[in-house]
């Protein structure tokens, strides 16, 4: 029996899961979520989203970075990982970076203009209900899709901004892969499976088509990236060393900082329950509404952190970060750490507690020191192989 994936070939999220498996040499169905399946769908998916992950066994998985991280120590080989811990690290953060704000660009050129209204809302109504007449379904798409911009944080002050982030960001990438095949070296990691799907996304719409022909190498590399193939032989490729990167791939880096104070401001701003945001964005004023769909980038901000903990004593990661304007946002968990350790000692002192309490209060300081650690371990434990990943 063969992994089945739901998905769409106009998520960035599906293709991303469905190349990654074909890569991987992963048994696997694709399976269209539209009306004709959608029964099927319901029975597994806790969120209404894709792609779903079903296993033979029964195991459904939703929300793709995860999905990857699961397979990845279930199956290790060709790796998505850098043996090189500050490789791994840049590339989990290009990864992130991809994911949360190349989802930006994708989503705002897709439904920002009448141009791609029309066009993209024919194309899902043709996948998600081919049995109804395309032009009445395409008619309710677009009229629910394009009043979602605030989604994604798309307004009319964010629009230039995004647009021009994104012009800015196609040159340094063209010039990036100039020389390579991927964007750490002549084998994909993580980094590439989050950017090229959502690139990918945007190249096939009209307006974000046009902005993305004049770097012909991007276009190639992006449409690779749903389209992988396992490696002929043992030839995966190689990943670089960051000396060979660095003068290309700092710049990118910095777009991914950019990123990052964004995302630190709209944890700020949704743990102080307010409605909106205001972020300094490269000299830029953006501001926002943030609630429901923003709630999710509090969690892949916490988990980037995280990461970063773990490798946080790197001194040559720590000078990369620092350079490229990412480090004080991935700092930040540690000095939230300290603010609820010095809290729970004030607690301590102030009380006159039993000594139940507290025993309990120093257990919870405990807690706060090893959560990290408990949760890197947990991450990287392998799981065996399943006769059922590999194909035939």
């Not at 773990?310 to 990661?317: G, Q």
């Not at 257990?363 to 065996?384: F, G, N, S, V």
Request: hydrophobic residues 35%.
């Amino acid at each position: 029996m063969a992994l089945r994936i739901f998905g769409s070939q106009n998520s960035p999220y599906s293709v991303k899961i469905k190349s990654y498996c074909q890569y991987k040499g992963i048994s696997h169905e694709w399976i269209i979520r539209n009306s004709d399946t959608q029964e099927e769908y319901s029975k597994y998916a806790k969120l209404p989203i894709i792609p779903l992950v079903v296993t033979p066994k029964g195991e459904a998985m939703q929300d793709s970075t995860p999905i990857i991280e699961a397979f990845e120590a279930r199956c290790p080989e060709p790796s998505l990982y850098p043996s090189d811990p500050t490789l791994r690290f840049l590339s989990e953060l290009l990864e992130e970076y991809g994911d949360e704000w190349g989802n930006k660009w994708m989503f705002h050129l897709r439904w920002a203009r009448a141009v791609d209204q029309d066009i993209v809302s024919v194309r899902l109504a043709r996948e998600m209900m081919p049995n109804q007449p395309a032009e009445q379904a395409a008619k309710m798409i677009k009229k629910r899709m394009s009043g979602r911009g605030f989604a994604v944080g798309s307004n009319e002050k964010t629009a230039p901004i995004i647009e021009a982030d994104l012009l800015e960001v196609l040159p340094i990438l063209e010039k990036h892969l100039q020389t390579r095949k991927f964007l750490l070296g002549n084998r994909p990691a993580l980094a590439d499976f989050g950017l090229g799907p959502q690139l990918y996304e945007t190249l096939i719409d009209p307006t974000g088509g046009d902005w993305m022909k004049p770097y012909p190498r991007t276009c190639e590399w992006c449409m690779h990236m749903v389209d992988l193939k396992p490696p002929a032989g043992n030839d995966a490729g190689n990943f670089e060393q960051w000396e060979g990167l660095q003068s290309t791939l700092e710049p990118l880096l910095k777009h991914a900082g950019l990123f990052l104070a964004w995302s630190v401001a709209n944890a700020e701003a949704l743990g102080a329950g307010k409605q909106e945001m205001t972020v300094d964005f490269g000299g830029k004023s953006w501001w926002q509404t943030v609630g429901g769909p923003q709630k999710y980038h509090v969690k892949s901000l916490k988990e980037i952190r995280r990461k970063y903990q773990a490798v946080a004593s790197n001194t040559e990661l720590r000078s990369i970060l620092e350079r490229t304007g990412c480090l004080a946002a991935l700092q930040e968990k540690e000095k939230e750490k300290e603010r609820r350790r010095r809290k729970k000692k004030l607690e301590r002192k102030s009380r006159k507690s039993d000594p139940a309490q507290l025993e309990h209060q120093q257990h919870e300081e405990r807690q706060i020191d090893d959560e990290d650690t408990l949760q890197e371990e947990h991450r990287q434990a392998k799981a065996p192989p399943d006769s059922w990943l590999f194909k035939a």
